[in-house]
């Protein structure tokens, strides 16, 4: 899924520009008319030519489960809306949401929404704290709402700190042994295998080879490191394009480690989301478009769109997420007891936290298969230098033995 920037038109005549992630711009278009806007301009963003910017939207999730607690406590306590932004527009650390609090509480103290006033900031705030407002406002229970937008954003903050202990180890221990095979290529091995050259003896061919790829090294670092660039350089590309993200997602779920992961972990926002929405009176089908939009995996989003066009003709849920082929049958089994049962909501919560556990446990699974495999690359490296050094030093031996 491409992400389009876009500049548009909404029913007050403000000019808007933010971000869109879609399949295509047709799509991206029609998006943005569901939200009520008029696109004037559509163009998807590449890797050389997307805005930087760290974080996202620069307000982290804790920034804004911080701003949904501390937002209800102050609304229970019988604050009007408008005073209470401008207290947490006081308090708020981070800039962005800081500038962006002070926005949302203008267009309120305006006669808008509180709903609308934060779609005026959707790079900032996600659509689905929008439509849970949007939901709150309707029921008259906005705090209601905003508890449960701060559950679900301690929840993906959660899981996604289990994401990143299940890549950042390896990525560290990667990174770290490539520093320290190329200083040891560079100086460590050169220095030390100098004094053998010097003897005039016939050394081993490993040993030669070492030294071969040492003197290359030293050589030629500028054009290693230029390497090592244009292949990051090129990843990201490949990754960021529609090929590269198809790619990726299927090997996701090809390879068993990272399949049982990216299953679980897909399964587990699948019904938080829905939960979260659900309860607040969402319909299923924008639900499930804004839990769509949460799936990092490629087959999981567009399963989930092929179901919510499904759900729009009148089919249960289940039946879509069962033809997908790709939901674990607990999670189809316990969307028909919901859908039979019409409590959806607490099967969908019941189903949410189990997978929160399973997301625990798959991540635990996926560090312990990648370990041994760096441990034995790191071996195998090692082993190589080692030998390289220890043979010319045999052969001396053996030959001071012959004399």
């Known amino acids: 899924m491409a992400v389009y920037a876009y500049e548009a038109v909404d029913k007050m005549g403000k000019r808007k520009r933010g971000n869109i992630e879609a399949t295509t711009p047709d799509r991206a278009q029609s998006m943005l008319k569901g939200e009520g806007l008029v696109p004037l301009k559509v163009s998807e963003q590449s890797f050389l030519n997307k805005d930087v910017n760290i974080g996202g939207s620069g307000v982290s999730k804790k920034d804004l489960a911080v701003f949904c607690r501390q937002f209800v406590s102050i609304i229970n306590a019988g604050v009007p809306i408008v005073d209470a932004m401008g207290m947490m527009e006081d308090q708020t650390e981070n800039k962005r949401l800081k500038k962006a609090l002070g926005e949302v509480k203008t267009n309120i103290a305006k006669g808008e929404s509180f709903a609308n006033a934060l779609r005026e900031r959707s790079d900032v705030f996600p659509s689905m704290m929008i439509n849970m407002v949007e939901a709150g406002e309707a029921s008259g229970s906005i705090d209601v709402s905003l508890d449960r937008m701060a559950t679900q954003f301690e929840k993906d903050m959660k899981l996604g700190a289990m994401i990143k202990k299940a890549l950042i180890y390896p990525i560290v221990i990667v990174i770290v042994a490539f520093i320290v095979m190329i200083v040891m290529m560079a100086f460590v091995i050169p220095n030390f295998l100098k004094m053998f050259e010097d003897l005039d003896t016939d050394l081993p061919a490993l040993t030669k080879a070492v030294m071969a790829a040492a003197d290359f090294c030293k050589a030629y670092w500028y054009l290693i490191i230029g390497v090592v660039v244009v292949l990051i350089i090129g990843i990201k590309v490949f990754s960021a394009s529609q090929v590269g993200t198809e790619f990726l997602a299927r090997t996701a779920i090809t390879i068993p480690a990272l399949k049982n992961f990216t299953v679980k972990t897909s399964s587990s926002r699948l019904a938080r989301t829905l939960a979260t929405l659900t309860a607040s009176g969402i319909s299923m089908i924008d639900a499930l478009d804004i839990a769509a939009k949460t799936m990092s995996n490629w087959v999981f989003r567009t399963a989930v769109l092929e179901a919510k066009e499904e759900v729009k003709k009148g089919v249960p849920l289940s039946e879509p997420l069962r033809r997908a082929g ?78």
């Open 326 to 403: 790709i939901f674990p049958p607990m999670v189809v089994h316990m969307t028909k007891i919901g859908e039979e049962t019409g409590d959806m909501e607490s099967m969908l919560t019941k189903m949410a936290d189990y997978y929160d556990d399973e997301v625990e446990s798959a991540t635990q699974s996926l560090l312990s298969f990648m370990e041994p495999i760096i441990i034995l690359v790191i071996a195998v490296l090692v082993g190589v230098l080692v030998g390289a050094c220890v043979m010319p030093m045999l052969s001396l031996y053996k030959g001071l033995d012959n004399l």
